[in-house]
Nanobody, 124 residues
Framework: VQLQASGGGLVQAGGSLRLSCAASGRTFGSYAMGWFRQAPGKEREFVTAISWSGGSTYYADSVKGRFTISRNNAKNTVYLQMNSLKPEDTAVYYC??????????????????WGQGTQVTVSS
């Protein structure tokens, strides 16, 4: 599976962005998906994840209520809608695919494939 993230950019605090992650291959629907982010000088951290069917979602406390993950298996794409953005949301955002449905969705080590990342910058 190859993943291509897009949609990042520069936005003012309080604004919104929608990230997309397009996947290659016909098996996209069998993978759980996640978004992680890494700010300069910090470790990569979990943002959100969604099950293969879209029936279960998980969010970091820092983004709960502001970010929404969704997926369209017919289009091989997962989305991250980010609202009420804050300067502390500034980071490179990575999408990832996880084949093991039973591994912890919040743990980056459980993901098999990673996209190249897209930069999100939120100005104050």
């Amino acid at each position: 599976v190859q993943l291509q993230a897009s949609g990042g950019g520069l936005v003012q605090a309080g604004g919104s962005l929608r990230l997309s992650c397009a996947a290659s291959g016909r098996t996209f629907g069998s993978y759980a998906m996640g978004w992680f982010r890494q700010a300069p000088g910090k470790e990569r951290e979990f943002v959100t994840a969604i099950s293969w069917s879209g029936g279960s979602t998980y969010y970091a406390d820092s983004v709960k209520g502001r970010f929404t993950i969704s997926r369209n298996n017919a289009k091989n794409t997962v989305y991250l809608q980010m609202n009420s953005l804050k300067p502390e949301d500034t980071a490179v955002y990575y999408c990832a695919a996880r084949g093991n449905r039973y591994s912890d969705p919040r743990r980056s080590g459980g993901y098999d494939y990673w996209g190249q990342g897209t930069q999100v910058t939120v100005s104050s």
